[in-house]
């Protein structure tokens, strides 16, 4: 290998570890983690919560709800309720409390399922934007609304907050 072929490829080399670092400088994610659900049978009673600690700067931020299912799951759609408590670093008397239904799209009209992947499907759904103060902090739970007690197929529930 010349000396020339050899600066080329640490050339090569920079360019793609520059560009993943400056991507990776664009994400604005703050939180994003998944919580299992026992797959074969979800309680409506077994709620599933996420916390987000002290955010560090005030900003607005878009929140998106997750769900992996196998095709198990047996219905078109799934409801859920989502509630959702925003607690003030500055003032812990002070909370807003949001709660939602929310209707998540599993299968179209054909039958077709609409998420992402073969043998486990995944499901995303915005939820709010959001107005948080630095140091505020985050309270989320997410438990079904369907009419059976238990629902068997839904494996995850995923949270995701992202700086708008």
């Given at each position: 290998?010349t000396?020339?072929?050899?600066?080329r490829q640490?050339?090569v080399?920079v360019a793609?570890?520059a560009?993943?670092?400056?991507?990776?400088?664009?994400?604005?994610?703050?939180?994003?983690e998944y919580?299992?659900?026992?797959i074969d049978?979800?309680?409506?009673?077994?709620?599933?919560?996420?916390?987000?600690?002290?955010?560090?700067?005030?900003?607005?931020?878009?929140e998106?709800?997750g769900?992996?299912a196998n095709n198990q799951?047996p219905?078109?759609?799934l409801?859920?309720?989502?509630?959702?408590?925003?607690?003030?670093?500055?003032?812990?008397?002070?909370?807003?409390?949001f709660?939602?239904?929310?209707?998540?799209?599993?299968?179209d009209?054909?039958?077709e399922?609409?998420?992402t992947?073969v043998?486990?499907?995944q499901y995303k759904?915005?939820?709010?934007?959001?107005?948080?103060?630095a140091?505020?902090?985050?309270q989320?739970?997410?438990?079904?609304?369907?009419?059976?007690?238990d629902?068997?197929g839904?494996?995850?529930?995923g949270?995701?907050?992202?700086?708008?």
């Amino acid at each position: 290998m010349t000396l020339h072929q050899t600066y080329r490829q640490l050339q090569v080399a920079v360019a793609i570890i520059a560009a993943a670092a400056f991507t990776s400088c664009f994400d604005r994610t703050i939180h994003f983690e998944y919580k299992g659900t026992k797959i074969d049978g979800w309680n409506r009673e077994d709620t599933v919560a996420f916390s987000i600690h002290s955010i560090e700067e005030a900003s607005y931020y878009v929140e998106e709800l997750g769900i992996r299912a196998n095709n198990q799951y047996p219905f078109a759609k799934l409801h859920l309720k989502v509630r959702q408590e925003i607690i003030s670093t500055n003032d812990t008397t002070h909370r807003q409390l949001f709660e939602d239904a929310v209707q998540l799209p599993i299968y179209d009209d054909h039958g077709e399922s609409v998420g992402t992947g073969v043998n486990l499907r995944q499901y995303k759904i915005p939820l709010k934007t959001l107005r948080l103060q630095a140091g505020d902090s985050l309270q989320v739970s997410i438990c079904h609304d369907m009419r059976d007690d238990d629902i068997c197929g839904i494996s995850d529930v995923g949270f995701r907050l992202i700086k708008n």
